[in-house]
């Protein structure tokens, strides 16, 4: 095989040199542009379900939220691990042991994709009875996830194969792709419901068919690029050694994903007990929230790139001092964001159904909770920080504890001996924010000097 052993400006970014906030507004904006579109695909989908077909329908769809989050979180931690590994082999300009990341990469990602839609599948009816899911909207729920899980492979495809591209600084073509199947998605799911009147069933098969042709056509740009980050078939191989680094940084964050969002299906099991109005004011949030948390995530996955490449090129002072600056624009960024939703909360709900106790319930859940995102964006950019330094376990730890244990004893504690209402029931996810925030200041501060792992 014969590539470029330089990096082409063209398509990869060097973040080892130049100014540290043109660097990370670069690689983060594309990215976030690519996650709004990739957003649009469930956000779309609860639009159409909740304005043609009816509130069971959006009560149904919010309700799988959670269990899809577990696998697609699981594998966004091996995506991690990945990334991290092949920013240190190009920030050290190895470009030999680069290319074995990638291969084994891939090959990994075929397996895993496999085992996830069989045992995904598998575990769909279980997962929903775990969740007290209601009655008047279980038979929806089982036939939305069973297919979504089915196609599931087609997303997680993708996020590898973007991961790979984000790694080396090459966040412009993922959005390209995102922007063209969101749009596919969005005709289809019109054409399945309004067209060919399949509902639910419908506007489950337009994800998965969109979600295929994102993945396709990132394998197509990898194994058709002339440049160091190219996928070569007949070399695709798993690497012990570079599959024990991945699972090294990504295992931690992938077991603690799952189980955050494991948890939430506790938080989701709760919000069942108000009944079917209350589940789709609840998804309504939830779908707005996630938009709100694009920036922070992006910055995260920027500052995980950055500290990765300037660990691997020896410049650890500038992998600190970007980490600071990232943490600023996270924050300034998500405030703007935040006080638009909580002006607009009403109009925003109303986009995913006309119903009105829907709406009250979402807004309700809004303006309790989104000024607290602000503390979750220093979490999610010191925990992308510390990944970039090869240390997974320190964020795992605290988020777990946060996230799991200080939100689960809260809410067992309020609903039993104070009042089981939606208010405080949704409230837990600012108390977990803010026990991680504080913990995960500490612990960073206090790892500040320490030299990078290898």
């Not at 909207?137 to 997303?155: E, K, R, W």
């Not at 995102?373 to 010191?382: D, I, T």
């Amino acid at each position: 095989m014969t590539v470029s052993t330089a990096p082409r400006k063209s398509t990869v970014r060097d973040m080892t040199e130049g100014s540290i906030v043109k660097q990370v507004i670069l690689f983060a904006l594309p990215l976030m542009l690519g996650n709004v579109f990739q957003m649009l695909y469930n956000t779309v989908d609860s639009i159409v379900v909740g304005n043609f077909v009816g509130t069971q329908a959006l009560a149904a769809v919010g309700s799988t939220t959670m269990i899809v989050n577990m696998m697609v979180f699981f594998f966004n931690g091996f995506s991690t691990g990945a990334g991290v590994v092949i920013s240190n082999y190009f920030g050290a300009r190895d470009m030999k042991q680069l290319h074995k990341a990638i291969e084994t990469t891939m090959a990994a990602t075929f397996v895993l994709s496999l085992l996830f839609t069989v045992a995904g599948v598998a575990a769909v009816k279980p997962m929903l009875r775990f969740m007290a899911t209601p009655e008047d909207v279980f038979d929806q729920a089982t036939v939305y996830l069973q297919i979504y899980i089915g196609g599931i492979s087609g997303l997680l495809v993708y996020n590898m194969g973007s991961g790979i591209l984000r790694a080396v600084g090459d966040t412009m073509r993922p959005l390209y792709f995102l922007i063209l199947t969101s749009v596919v998605n969005i005709m289809l799911d019109l054409v399945f419901v309004l067209g060919l009147h399949s509902g639910i069933e419908g506007v489950a098969w337009a994800t998965i068919l969109s979600q295929f042709l994102s993945a396709f056509l990132t394998l197509m740009l990898l194994t058709r690029s002339e440049d160091i980050y190219r996928l070569t078939w007949h070399d695709l191989r798993i690497d012990r050694g570079i599959l024990g680094s991945i699972f090294a940084v990504g295992l931690p964050a992938g077991i603690q994903s799952v189980i955050t969002a494991f948890s939430n299906v506790f938080v989701q099991s709760y919000v069942n007990s108000f009944g079917s109005s209350c589940m789709a004011g609840w998804s309504c949030y939830n779908k707005l929230d996630q938009f709100v948390m694009l920036p922070m995530q992006s910055m995260a996955n920027a500052a995980t790139t950055f500290v990765s490449q300037n660990i691997g090129a020896g410049k650890e002072q500038r992998a600190d001092k970007g980490t600071v600056i990232t943490v600023g624009m996270s924050v300034g960024v998500t405030a703007v964001i935040v006080a638009l939703l909580c002006l607009f909360a009403a109009p925003a709900v109303g986009l995913f159904s006309p119903d009105l106790s829907v709406i009250e319930y979402g807004v309700l859940f809004i303006r309790a909770n989104c000024f607290f995102l602000l503390f979750n964006c220093v979490n999610h950019v010191l925990a992308g920080a510390l990944r970039g330094r090869g240390d997974s376990r320190g964020p795992m730890v605290i988020m777990l504890l946060a996230f799991v244990g200080i939100r689960q004893l809260y809410l067992f504690v309020v609903t039993r001996f104070i009042a089981n209402t939606p208010f405080l029931v949704g409230f837990g996810y600012p108390v977990g924010w803010t026990t991680c925030c504080i913990i995960e200041v500490t612990y960073f501060f206090l790892c500040w000097r320490k030299p990078a792992r290898k």
